[in-house]
């Protein structure tokens, strides 16, 4: 055997799992806000044989010969994410996110230096500075929150607590928060305080290269993403960072926390690059923004109370407290009547992160099946009458059947072009 035979031959239990989470991804809706439907092309490059080679170092200084197409696929990476992003310079080379903020912490820190960040139950990051994580362990953490009342971003608060703990590096971009950052406030705040501004903006990278957020490249020293969430690329991460701090960082990655880069993800990155570069992109992200604002206030409509207020972005988060359900049951019930989304603590949560009193709602994957604003309205209607009926087995059921209806109005994926399957 060369080449072999395809994976549904060779292994027909693992391409009947792979074959119904299509189907799942196909048959549900999908509002978990961190996720995205990658497109055939990035699939197609995602499984390509470049997963085979070993390139470790970066393109033309690498370790191992037979790396003169991986060097080629890397620059394109590299140069394509430089023109969306207008970055000085890239590293397309992290796994994670988690990776790429590790990387960067260990370009310009040292262990026991002090790092300002979200609280994790305002919508911050486990990596920036949580207890549980590398980074609360290595680091010492220190964190400001959102206003008690409007639930966003208040500088005069990130300032005091700044200057209160005067950190080394100073964290924002977040996994649950609604509203635009104002980079450019951190960035003063950083400079009162003498701390290294780093933007994290898995969130909303996506939104940013179409120029629907206001970007952090011209002010943070660093900014991290993840490529798989509204970017829409494979799973994995990059870093941007002044050109100053360009030598540190690309050690910090290779050889400091990673091997081996993973060409085929690469190849995948600079394909969704590609992707991201169209004039299509714009109006798709635009779409993203519009869908989330139309089932923020549909989901308002409803009675459902809107952390903030509404959204400025891909996803909303609302706050439970007032019926009766946790955001724990509600990822469950909804969960059973083919609505996929998460529970999420909300600003001062009372609740444990594993209960919460919340959930997120994320437009991308919905927006992606060219799904628009009176899906959206539909979508919320759907979520209420869930909501309203806990444990009542015949509303769950009809609410499913609608879903799936819906699904087939919006194809997502071909099984016949899904490869092997
Ligand atoms: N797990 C991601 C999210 O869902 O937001 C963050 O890394």
Redesign the pocket.
């Known amino acids: 055997m060369v080449f072999g035979s395809r994976l549904g031959e060779v292994d027909s239990e693992v391409a009947g799992i792979i074959r119904k989470e299509v189907e799942r991804q196909n048959n549900q809706l999908q509002l978990?806000?961190?996720e995205s439907p990658a497109s055939r092309a990035v699939l197609e490059a995602s499984a390509c044989v470049m997963t085979n080679k070993y390139a470790e170092g970066y393109a033309h200084k690498r370790y191992y010969g037979g790396c003169e197409f991986v060097d080629l696929v890397e620059d394109l990476a590299v140069e394509r994410a430089k023109k969306l992003f207008k970055a000085e310079h890239v590293n397309v080379q992290p796994h994670s996110?988690?990776q790429a903020n590790m990387a960067v912490y260990f370009s310009v820190l040292k262990p026991g230096d002090t790092i300002l960040g979200m609280d994790l139950s305002c919508g911050g990051?486990?990596t920036h500075g949580h207890p549980a994580s590398f980074s609360g362990k290595l680091f010492k953490p220190c964190y400001y929150s959102v206003n008690r009342e409007s639930e966003q971003l208040d500088f005069g608060e990130i300032l005091k607590v700044a200057r209160e703990c005067k950190p080394k590096m100073i964290v924002c971009g977040y996994?649950?928060y609604p509203r635009f950052i104002d980079f450019k406030a951190f960035r003063e705040v950083a400079d009162d305080v003498g701390a290294f501004l780093m933007a994290d903006i898995?969130?909303i990278a996506g939104l940013i290269a179409a120029g629907v957020h206001p970007s952090p490249v011209e002010y943070a020293d660093f900014v991290t993403t993840?490529t798989h969430?509204t970017l829409r690329g494979p799973r994995g991460a990059m870093i941007m960072c002044k050109e100053e701090h360009a030598s540190a960082l690309d050690k910090a990655v290779f050889p400091g926390v990673q091997g081996g880069p993973f060409m085929h993800a690469i190849a995948a990155k600079a394909v969704a690059f590609k992707e991201a570069l169209t004039p299509e992109w714009k109006s798709y992200q635009q779409q993203i923004v519009k869908n989330a604002k139309t089932l923020a206030s549909a989901l308002a409509g409803k009675g459902c109370r809107i952390v903030s207020g509404g959204t400025d972005n891909h996803l909303m988060l609302v706050d439970l407290s007032s019926k009766n359900v946790t955001g724990k049951d509600a990822e469950t019930e909804l969960g059973e009547a083919g609505i996929t989304l998460?529970k999420n603590t909300i600003p001062f949560d009372k609740q444990k992160p594993f209960i919460a009193s919340g959930i997120r709602v994320g437009t991308p994957c919905v927006t992606f099946r060219n799904m628009k604003e009176g899906e959206m309205k539909v979508i919320a209607d759907l979520i209420a009458r869930v909501l309203a009926s806990k444990d009542d087995g015949r509303i769950k059921s009809s609410v499913k059947s609608e879903v799936k209806a819906l699904c087939d109005r919006f194809p997502l994926y071909d099984l016949k072009w899904l490869p092997g399957l």
Do not use: E, R, V, Y
């Open positions: 978990i806000a961190s996110g988690s990051h486990l996994s649950a898995a969130h993840t969430k998460n």
